[in-house]
């Protein structure tokens, strides 16, 4: 559903799946056929083409190399840090960043060492005193120390948003203030019932409903036809749900003892 609001467009288009949270930038700058990614999430839905060609190639004119929507600090649902662009979209100009790029640079990046330049060069416009942030929020996402790397060595762009009347879902401006696209969050509790997501994730509520909701406005935005889904090929679909689940699982339950510590000093600061 995603994919067919931008596959008309004439651009090639990859799918990236079953790659670690920050392997996918990596595969992307080892293909050098590639100069510009516009990297757009599978819950990721484009509403206006000409606000994201507008930010491309506002993004090459003025040598930025990401643009991308603050992980903290803004309208998405996040708590994180502002200098990290959250991936759910993003323009990146690979052609720039290959200049520098190496993983084993990222790897030896100490962002204690450079976080009070970045706070500094950061837009305060962005960040809105009703939200919550945290700048000390250094390892939250296996992608933090990439977009690090990315701030402290070139320009980022960061891009103002708002969120959705359904009190979830993003919608993401460009540099002139025009809609982009809007992310819906928790797709993946898209086929779980309702009653057994707010265990464990109260905000999330019932994600089909609200989700399609959204896809239909962007087929209505862009004036074009919905796509049937096919389910022809269920048990590959389902087989490639639970592939990409055991990737990803390993992933998040290594990150919970940081995840921990991170809830523990934002409580301890409210009782303050």
């Given at each position: 559903?995603?994919?067919?609001?931008?596959e008309?467009?004439?651009?090639?288009?990859?799918?990236?799946?079953?790659?670690s949270?920050?392997?996918y930038?990596?595969?992307?700058l080892?293909?050098?056929?590639?100069d510009?990614?516009?990297?757009v999430?599978?819950d990721?839905?484009?509403?206006?083409?000409?606000?994201?060609?507008?930010?491309?190639?506002?993004?090459?004119?003025?040598?930025?190399?990401?643009?991308?929507?603050?992980?903290?600090?803004?309208?998405?649902?996040?708590?994180?840090?502002?200098l990290?662009?959250?991936p759910?979209?993003?323009?990146?100009?690979?052609?720039?960043?290959?200049?520098?790029?190496?993983?084993?640079?990222?790897?030896k990046?100490?962002?204690?060492?450079?976080?009070?330049?970045l706070?500094?060069?950061?837009?305060?416009?962005?960040?809105?005193?009703?939200?919550?942030?945290?700048?000390?929020n250094?390892d939250?996402?296996?992608?933090?120390?990439f977009?690090?790397?990315?701030?402290?060595?070139?320009?980022?762009?960061?891009?103002?948003?708002?969120?959705?009347?359904?009190?979830?879902?993003?919608?993401?401006?460009?540099?002139k203030?025009?809609?982009m696209?809007?992310?819906?969050w928790f797709?993946?509790?898209?086929?779980?019932?309702?009653?057994?997501?707010?265990?464990?994730?109260?905000t999330?509520?019932?994600?089909?409903q609200?989700i399609?909701?959204?896809?239909?406005?962007?087929?209505?935005?862009?004036?074009?036809?919905?796509?049937?889904?096919?389910?022809?090929?269920?048990?590959?679909?389902?087989w490639n749900?639970?592939i990409?689940?055991?990737?990803?699982?390993?992933?998040?339950?290594?990150?919970?003892?940081?995840?921990?510590?991170?809830?523990?000093?934002?409580?301890?600061?409210?009782l303050?």
């Amino acid at each position: 559903m995603s994919k067919g609001l931008y596959e008309s467009w004439g651009y090639p288009c990859v799918r990236l799946t079953d790659q670690s949270a920050d392997g996918y930038f990596y595969t992307m700058l080892r293909h050098k056929d590639c100069d510009i990614a516009i990297n757009v999430d599978e819950d990721c839905f484009i509403t206006h083409r000409e606000a994201v060609e507008a930010l491309v190639d506002y993004v090459i004119d003025n040598n930025f190399a990401n643009a991308g929507c603050p992980d903290g600090g803004s309208w998405a649902p996040r708590q994180g840090n502002p200098l990290i662009t959250n991936p759910f979209f993003n323009i990146l100009n690979l052609k720039l960043i290959r200049e520098s790029f190496s993983k084993q640079e990222i790897r030896k990046f100490k962002y204690e060492q450079h976080k009070d330049n970045l706070i500094e060069a950061y837009p305060k416009e962005m960040l809105y005193p009703e939200l919550s942030w945290d700048f000390d929020n250094m390892d939250y996402e296996p992608y933090c120390k990439f977009f690090f790397w990315l701030a402290a060595n070139f320009k980022t762009l960061y891009l103002h948003n708002r969120q959705h009347p359904d009190g979830t879902t993003t919608i993401l401006m460009n540099h002139k203030g025009e809609e982009m696209c809007r992310h819906t969050w928790f797709s993946r509790f898209y086929s779980v019932p309702a009653f057994i997501v707010r265990h464990w994730e109260p905000t999330a509520g019932a994600q089909q409903q609200r989700i399609d909701n959204v896809i239909n406005e962007a087929y209505s935005m862009q004036q074009l036809e919905k796509p049937v889904f096919q389910t022809k090929d269920k048990c590959g679909f389902v087989w490639n749900k639970i592939i990409r689940w055991i990737i990803k699982v390993p992933q998040r339950i290594s990150r919970w003892p940081r995840k921990l510590v991170i809830k523990t000093r934002r409580l301890i600061k409210k009782l303050r």
